[in-house]
């Protein structure tokens, strides 16, 4: 539909899994060394996790697609099987026909691995959607793996799944499974707006697109926030958006018009919360702040007036707008060009009112010009 009036030859973003559109990010271009590796070296067990829509089946067709003729695949994409339909697939995809039962099946599958392994080919099984496999399934999965020689695998085994393949893994029903884990690789989302924007770019590249420039850089930088980097997001966000600028020929995708989308797919941007934090306890319970305040009264003629020069009267000292005091400064010889001065930082330190062992009725005065006595409407407690 859109595809003419944006200068398209194709669809540059529908959900199919076409590695004609694949794009190597860095977590891309790992994973497929593993499974290159993996596989070459006849490392037994591969698995391959990565969140929803990063391309997990993607990147496994592409591999497939590059494979040597040599090398035999059996692909399973729906892992809800029991175990006899699991081996009745396997024997389906590795055309093994003779058999009745399962050991009949155990025996011919090991004379062909012998053979091709024999002859130097590679044999491989991939599961896609391997998170989905149940407990009984993947310990004969497991046990797959005990076709080898002395010295190699004779079948490659690729376990495929989103993240919860990692939680199976640590069942520890599963624990030897666990452990025949040659190989394990993560594939990631795209990690920054600029990443988003090459992707873009090159899907339109594919396309036959005549220009790049079809999203504005406020649409891509929504796209990026909305999708979280996630490719097929990301897929979905910029059709839809290519479909409704078609519908209102606007040349060029706005910032609002990826907005609209989103508000419609229910994938705007998270809002981080904010954490609220309780106001710090008192230090002392009612009965000891009104003992202190009331030694605290006793120093000085207690008149109630706040000069805000510390005289020994018995008031909270308010805006001290000195940066330090010298301790050994006795009160009320503060200079005067300090007590004018501009406030920078308000540390509420007093004088030492003597070196001898502090009193009842210096706690009081400390505790009575702190503050701390009074409530919020300034009374004593």
Same mark, same amino acid.
């Given at each position: ?5 944006? *200068?398209?030859? &194709? ?14 990010? !860095?977590?891309? +271009? ?18 391959? +996790? ?64 012998? =053979? ?18 149940? +407990? ?12 080898? =020689? ?13 993240? &919860?393949?990692?939680a199976l893994l640590n069942n520890p029903d599963l624990r030897q499974l ?17 990443? +988003? ?10 396309? *036959? ?35 409704? *600028? ?73 805006? %001290?707008?000195? %940066? ?5 400064? =006795? ?25 001898? !062992? ?24």
């Amino acid at each position: 539909m859109y595809a003419e009036f944006y *200068g398209l030859k &194709e669809l540059p973003f529908a959900l199919t899994p076409d590695p004609r559109y694949i794009y190597f990010t !860095p977590s891309h +271009t790992e994973v497929m060394a593993n499974l290159h590796y993996g596989i070459e070296s006849g490392k037994g067990l591969i698995a391959v +996790t990565g969140e929803v829509g990063t391309g997990k089946t993607m990147m496994l067709r592409w591999v497939m697609q590059r494979l040597d003729r040599t090398v035999l695949v059996a692909y399973i994409f729906n892992p809800r099987l029991s175990v006899p339909e699991f081996y009745q697939h396997l024997a389906k995809l590795f055309d093994i026909q003779n058999w009745e039962s399962k050991s009949d099946l155990l025996i011919e599958l090991g004379k062909v691995l012998e =053979s091709r392994h024999s002859r130097g080919l590679r044999t491989v099984l991939i599961v896609d959607e391997a998170h989905g496999l149940s +407990t009984s399934v993947l310990e004969e999965v497991r046990l797959l793996c005990n076709f080898e =020689s002395d010295t190699a695998k004779q079948l490659q085994i690729v376990l495929t799944g989103q993240p &919860e393949l990692r939680a199976l893994l640590n069942n520890p029903d599963l624990r030897q499974l666990k452990q025949r884990v040659a190989l394990r690789c993560d594939v990631k989302a795209l990690p920054n707006v600029e990443e +988003t924007a090459r992707y873009i770019n090159t899907r339109l590249k594919v396309a *036959g697109a005549e220009r790049t420039d079809i999203f504005s850089p406020g649409a891509v930088d929504y796209i990026f926030r909305c999708s979280e980097g996630i490719p097929r997001n990301i897929n979905n966000l910029c059709d839809n958006a290519l479909l409704n *600028g078609f519908a209102e020929s606007e040349p060029i995708i706005s910032r609002a018009a990826v907005q609209e989308v989103a508000e419609t797919f229910d994938v705007l941007p998270r809002v981080p919360k904010i954490e609220e934090h309780e106001a710090p306890a008192r230090i002392f319970h009612a009965a000891g702040r009104a003992e202190l305040w009331a030694a605290g009264k006793g120093e000085g003629n207690g008149n109630g007036s706040d000069n805000g020069h510390g005289n020994g009267n018995g008031n909270a000292i308010k805006n %001290v707008g000195v %940066v330090s005091i010298n301790r050994d400064q =006795s009160a009320g010889e503060v200079p005067a060009a300090m007590t004018t001065r501009e406030p920078d930082i308000i540390i509420n330190e007093y004088p030492r009112l003597s070196e001898s !062992p502090t009193t009842i009725e210096d706690l009081g005065s400390a505790f009575n010009r702190s503050g701390l006595g009074r409530g919020n409407n300034g009374q004593s407690i």
